[in-house]
C-alpha cells in the first residue's frame, strides 16, 4: 500500500512518514502543496494524508482539483481548525475524513486503516494493461498465461508504470515515486529496472508494452 503525506511541518512529516513506514506502507513525503499535488496526479496512492494549510497552494485546492480531474484515492484531511465550518468546508473539497491536530498517532493509522476497508474494491487486486496483468495479491505479473514473479522493487516500478498507462513518465518522476526517499542514487536504475521488467514480461513472443520515450523516460501500452 502506497501513501502521499503532504504536510509543511518537516518534523511531523517525518514522525508521520516513520510511523506508516513502520506499519509497513511505502510512503512519499512532500513539503509543498504544488508539489504534492504533482504527485498526486501521478497516481498510484492508496491514501494521501493532506495538510489543509500548506505553502504555494492550500489543502482545500488540491483535493478540488484532484477530484476534477477524476483522482479517486481517498484524501484524509489533517489540520488545527476544529469549527464545523472547517471540517465542511473539507469533505465538501472532496476529503473522505478530517483529522484534527494534535492528534495521536495511533488514531492516524486506524483512519487510515478505515479509509483503505471502505474503498476496497473486491476486483482491485488486479491491475490490466492490454493482455498484462498484475496480481497484487500474489504480486506477480501474468502475461500469454504465463506467470513471473517480481522482485519488491519491480513490483512497485510496474504497478506505477500500469496505474500510469499510455502517460510519459520522466525517471524522475519514476524515482520519486516508486524508491525510497533517502534513495541518492543516479537515474540510470530506472534504466537497469525497466531492463529487468522488459525480460520478464516483454519477451518473444510477446508484443513490447514498456516502451522508451528518447531523452524523456517511459511509458506503459499505446
Known amino acids: 500500500m502506497r501513501i502521499l503525506v503532504v504536510e509543511d511541518e518537516a518534523r511531523l512529516r517525518e514522525l508521520i512518514g516513520r510511523t506508516l513506514e513502520?506499519?509497513?506502507?511505502?510512503?512519499?513525503?512532500?513539503?509543498?502543496?504544488?508539489r504534492g499535488?504533482?504527485?498526486?496526479?501521478?497516481?498510484?496512492?492508496?491514501?494521501?494524508v493532506l495538510d489543509l494549510m500548506l505553502p504555494t497552494m492550500s489543502g482545500?485546492?488540491?483535493s478540488m482539483r484532484l477530484r476534477r480531474r477524476g483522482v479517486r484515492s481517498p484524501i484524509l484531511m489533517l489540520t488545527a481548525?476544529?469549527?464545523?465550518?472547517?471540517r465542511v468546508a473539507g469533505l465538501d473539497a472532496g476529503a473522505d475524513d478530517y483529522l484534527?491536530?494534535?492528534f495521536a498517532f495511533a488514531e492516524l493509522t486506524a483512519r487510515i486503516r478505515a479509509l483503505l476497508r471502505r474503498n476496497a474494491d473486491p476486483g482491485g487486486r488486479e491491475l490490466r494493461v492490454e493482455d498484462l496483468v498484475l496480481d497484487r495479491a500474489r504480486r506477480e505479473a501474468v502475461r500469454g498465461g504465463r506467470r513471473t514473479e517480481l522482485t519488491a522493487r519491480e513490483f512497485s516500478l510496474l504497478e506505477y508504470l500500469m496505474r500510469n498507462a499510455g502517460r510519459v513518465l520522466t525517471r524522475d518522476q519514476i524515482i520519486q515515486a516508486v524508491w525510497p526517499r533517502e534513495f541518492d542514487g543516479g537515474a540510470?536504475?530506472?534504466d537497469t529496472y525497466v531492463h529487468y521488467l522488459r525480460?520478464?514480461?516483454?519477451?518473444?513472443p510477446n508484443r513490447a508494452l514498456i516502451k522508451t520515450v528518447r531523452g524523456v523516460g517511459y511509458k506503459l501500452g499505446s
Not at 22 to 34: I, N, P
Request: glycine share 10%.
Open 22 to 34: 513502520a506499519d509497513g506502507y511505502e510512503v512519499v513525503l512532500e513539503g509543498d502543496g504544488a
Open 100 to 102: 484534527v491536530k494534535p
Open 60 to 62: 482545500l485546492e488540491i
Open 81 to 86: 481548525r476544529d469549527t464545523v465550518d472547517d
Open 37 to 48: 499535488l504533482t504527485h498526486a496526479e501521478a497516481g498510484g496512492f492508496d491514501v494521501i
Open 188 to 190: 540510470n536504475v530506472v
Open 199 to 204: 525480460e520478464k514480461i516483454d519477451a518473444s
